[in-house]
């Protein structure tokens, strides 16, 4: 068992900065891949970025390409997520997820059914 713990959420005026913290208790994250989404109030919850086991590979949402940068740190047993040139639109829940899927495809990674443990989110909230 896996729990994932989000941090770092908050307040920022549009073109601002966040990072968000994932940390996990239960069990190394190193084997996992792990992964953002968000929901927005009334929308699906959506991929945002994937990291696979290594840190080798990541995969990001097109809309955040260029702004968000995916991270792990295996020996801290932490995921992070940096979000800078933040805009309205990225106004969410952000949540934190791991699966066992010890592949790279993106096909796979963006797919929110791979992932088996999930945090109980941080509020995102960007002004205009």
């Known amino acids: 068992q896996v729990q994932l713990i989000e941090s770092g959420g908050g307040f920022v005026q549009a073109g601002g900065s966040l990072r968000l913290s994932c940390a996990a208790s239960g069990r190394t994250l190193s084997s996992f891949a792990m992964a953002w989404f968000r929901q927005a109030p009334g929308k699906e919850r959506e991929f945002v970025a994937a990291?696979?086991?290594?840190?080798?590979?990541?995969y990001y949402k097109e809309s955040v390409k260029g702004r968000f940068t995916i991270s792990r740190d295996n020996a801290k047993n932490t995921v992070s997520l940096q979000m800078n040139s933040l805009k309205p639109e990225d106004t969410a829940v952000y949540y934190c997820a791991a699966s066992y899927y010890s592949g790279t495809s993106y096909s796979t990674l963006k797919e929110r059914y791979q992932y088996t443990y999930w945090g109980q989110g941080t509020q995102v909230t960007v002004s205009s």
């Open positions: 990291i696979n086991w290594s840190g080798g590979t990541t």
